[in-house]
């Protein structure tokens, strides 16, 4: 009797401690395990993002450039893309039937071409492509894991609102030339290329031609490609080229580059994210890139091109539900994020920081502004609306002559003494 009591005592005992030592044990897990989770999470993405590559090119801006091989690229994680035959070249061209020459990925005697930065350090090799390597910190600069690479919702100017409140929700601000009410199949246009100052590392300033599909609801589709500058992006202040996509208004689809997947690189020289050199400079030399995004009618997919010479590749269509038919409306210009840093309004410059009638030389420009209309031809609009939140913080203007056909000065200083 007194043996079974003695024990029952050291086994009640013996489990007190137990539970003790059990309960500092997850005590102090629980306070690491958010921490080696997130750890966890940050090597899983870079492992899904960054592809073994061939060869690995270092650029003076800090990059990576990897050449990965062109069917191992992102896209193909991509359930859908499992199977996918990759196009190696459009069916169809805007600018009429091309010789192989012309059109091709590979470089041939060009007369001004366009400089990435890691240009000057290597290419990469035939069958590969340049995906520029994302670093832990790039991650971790981002809200979660999740959100990194994918612009914030609502952020696609809204000419037509009535409510202004509304647009400018999360602080972004535009000044933008837009067409609309008709089916639309590409665009194009030459972007003035500058750097802008931006004032915190929170902030981003971009100039970018949109495709839009849709009404401006959860299920907005956009087609995205320009030059920014995006400190928390990139970790640093340089000019880039981007690509953004999204089928439901920037909530769980799309991204920038190929930072997920769904757009299918071909080209070989030119790297989604990757700096561009020179920039221009006020009253002094000019530079400017070209972009074309139109869709092959027999495919239905979207492609882009950079400058005269490099087709990037395409966004599939079954990415999307608008744009798997034709875009409602294309738009031409500047976006930044006035997150308001001490109560005033942002510093952050768009274009060139300096306002459309201070013109060439000074102020930033789109010249060539065109779309690609019901049968497939680049046109010139017939009219042109422009926008923008405050005109007195950013404004735009546009205007045609023989040279530049439609064009638009757009951009400014953000905060000065009329933009308090
Ligand atoms: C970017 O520019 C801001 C000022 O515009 C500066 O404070 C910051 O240090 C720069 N960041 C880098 C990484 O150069």
Redesign the pocket.
């Known amino acids: 009797m007194a043996a079974a009591h003695f024990n029952r005592e050291r086994t009640r005992r013996r489990i007190a401690v137990v539970f003790f030592f059990w309960s500092l044990i997850s005590l102090s897990c629980a306070g690491r395990l958010p921490v080696e989770r997130q750890k966890l999470d940050v090597q899983k993405h870079l492992n899904r993002l960054n592809k073994p590559a061939v060869e690995t090119i270092k650029s003076l801006d800090g990059d990576t450039i990897d050449c990965v091989p062109i069917s191992q690229q992102p896209a193909f994680d991509h359930p859908f893309l499992k199977d996918h035959k990759i196009q190696m070249r459009p069916n169809y061209h805007p600018e009429g039937l091309y010789d192989d020459n012309k059109v091709s990925t590979k470089a041939k005697d060009r007369t001004n071409p366009i400089n990435q930065l890691w240009h000057m350090n290597g290419k990469c090799p035939e069958g590969t492509i340049p995906i520029r390597r994302t670093k832990k910190d790039d991650v971790l600069r981002a809200s979660s894991v999740k959100r990194f690479g994918k612009k914030k919702r609502r952020t696609v100017p809204q000419p037509r609102s009535a409510d202004p409140g509304l647009m400018n929700e999360n602080g972004h601000q535009h000044a933008i030339a837009y067409v609309e009410g008709g089916k639309y199949y590409g665009a194009k246009a030459t972007i003035n290329v500058w750097e802008p ?3 915190q ?1 929170n902030e981003f300033s971009l100039s970018q031609l949109w495709v839009l599909g849709g009404s401006f609801g959860e299920d907005l589709n956009s087609i995205e490609a320009g030059w920014q500058v995006s ?1 928390d992006l990139y ?3 340089n000019t880039r080229l981007f690509t953004y996509w999204t089928s439901d208004a920037y909530q769980a689809t799309g991204c920038y580059n190929l930072l997920c997947s769904g757009f299918i690189q071909i080209n070989s020289e030119i790297a989604m994210g990757a700096s561009i050199s020179p920039v221009s400079a006020f009253r002094n030399s000019q530079y400017d890139i070209s972009i074309l995004i139109w869709k092959d009618p027999k495919e239905g997919n979207w492609w882009m091109q950079f400058g005269n010479d490099y087709v990037m590749g395409y966004w599939p269509s079954f990415l999307f539900s608008y744009l798997a038919d034709s875009a409602s409306m294309i738009e031409w210009g500047g976006e930044v994020v006035n997150s308001q840093p001490d109560g005033q309004h942002t510093s952050t410059q768009m274009g060139s920081g300096r306002f459309p009638e201070e013109g060439f030389g000074k102020s930033s420009y789109f010249r060539n502004i065109q779309f690609v209309d019901e049968s497939n031809n680049l046109k010139a609009p017939k009219g042109i609306g422009t926008f923008t939140e405050q005109s007195n913080c950013y404004d735009v203007q546009s205007g045609s002559n023989g040279d530049w056909g439609h064009y638009i000065y757009y951009g400014g200083p953000g905060r000065n003494p009329n933009c308090p």
Do not use: T
């Open positions: 100052k931006i004032q590392p400190p970790g640093d202040n």
